[in-house]
Structure formats: structure tokens, C-alpha cells
């Protein structure tokens, strides 16, 4: 692939995670996210086969970074400290109103049952990555699947509430919840 086209890919893929974060991946269109990355539709093709595989690309690269954002976190800490450590930064004020660098769970669990299989093979993969980085042990397993539903859950119910008391609330309640 030359270094345009690499860079065009690249430019079609940051547009469509940010509209993935705001809308999750079945509302935007291909004009869109090509629109918001100031191409033409006509070009589409030769990047990507489907919106299905842009939006999947896209789903798969966010995840990935959340992991990555994770990974920074002191090893040496307790399975327990990096979760405390992790919904601190995850149910915050920040996060809840970021447009950017955000997770796109909250934007996209509402869709999983119609988006192709693929979507949910990505995320499963995901919860199974952040098991193993948020545990100290295989027995906290399902302590950590419940902290980490725990918070989707809790940050989905504070972005769509908006920027208003019972949100922080909701951010508060629910990392209060965690460990």
C-alpha cells in the first residue's frame, strides 16, 4: 500500500471512530464518515470492502487502544488496585463527556444484536483481554467482569443523561461500586 493511500486509510479510520464513540457503529453513514474526513464517497472502495468492515476495523482499533491505555498502569499494582485505578479514570467527568479518546461500548451495545458476528467475536476477545489485565488471579475472573459491566453500564447511563447532576451521580455511584 503506498504512504497516500496508507494515510487516506488512516484518515477514513479516525473519522469513523469518532463518529463509532458518538453514534456507535450501524447510525453513521459511509457519506459521513467520508465527509468527515473531507473525501469523496467515490473513494470508499478502495480502502475498505464494506461500512460493516471500516466500522468493525474501527471497533477492533478503539478497543485496542483502551487496552493499551490500560497496559500503562503500574504491573506491580494488585488486580484490585488497577481496577480501583481504572474506574477512577473511566467513571470520570472527563471520559463521560469526551468526544475523542473515548471508549465506544457505551455507543455500541445496543447494536451487537444486528451487526455481524465479527463485532461480537472483537468484543468477546476484548472483555477476555481485560479479564487478564485487570486480575491478579484466575479466581477474581467474574469480579473483574462484573466491575468491568459495572462500569459500561455506568458510564452508558451518565452520557445519556448529559452533563447534569444525576450523572455525576450515576459516575459516583457507580465507582464507589467497583472492588
Known sequence: M???????RERILQAASHALIQHGPAEPSVSDVMGAA???VGGFYAH????DALMLEAFSQLLGQR????????????GEERRALAAAFYLSRKHRDATEQACPLPSSLGEMASLPEAFRQVLGEHL???TAQLSSSPEEADKVLADLALMVGGLALARALGACPLSDRVLRAAKSAVI
Request: hydrophobic letters at 40%.
Open 128 to 130: 477476555e483481554l481485560m
Open 67 to 78: 487496552r493499551a491505555l490500560l497496559a500503562e498502569v503500574d504491573p506491580t499494582l494488585s
Open 48 to 51: 475498505f470492502e464494506s461500512k
Open 2 to 8: 503506498s504512504d497516500k493511500k496508507a494515510k487516506t
Open 38 to 40: 473531507g473525501l469523496t
